[in-house]
């Protein structure tokens, strides 16, 4: 990891709050890994499924995935929508999520009740 942008990213993690994961730690393999372009690629996965009335649409940023596994994602769901009509299940879900592990990532989540 030579170069500009090593030195760009080693500037930005110095500055970086302690609860953080830094830059380097983050991005530092994917940005400095490949050689020649093109250095990341976004293919989409795409599906077709059907849900029910009543299903429950979990969107969320790796941030999120990263700590949290599909069985507890579901599960925390599950108990914030037992827990009555009043709650944020996105919040409710980034709450469960800190109680696992504090993300080191940005974290986005949209749920989607059907």
């Known amino acids: 990891m030579n170069g500009p942008p090593k030195k760009y990213i080693a500037a930005l993690s110095a500055v970086e709050s302690a609860s953080r994961v ?10 400095f890994a490949y050689q020649s372009p093109p250095y990341l690629t976004a293919t989409p996965h795409t599906d077709l499924i059907t849900l029910e009335k009543g299903s429950i649409l979990i969107l969320a940023s ?22 009555g009509d009043g709650v944020d299940l996105a919040s409710y879900l980034l709450d469960h999520a800190k109680g696992i592990k504090p993300p080191g990532d940005d974290v986005t989540i949209v749920v989607i009740v059907l």
């Open 22 to 31: 830094n830059l380097i730690d983050q991005y530092g393999p994917l940005f």
């Open 62 to 83: 790796d941030g999120y995935w990263d700590n949290v596994s599909n069985e507890e994602a579901v599960s925390a769901a599950m108990e914030g929508r037992a827990a």
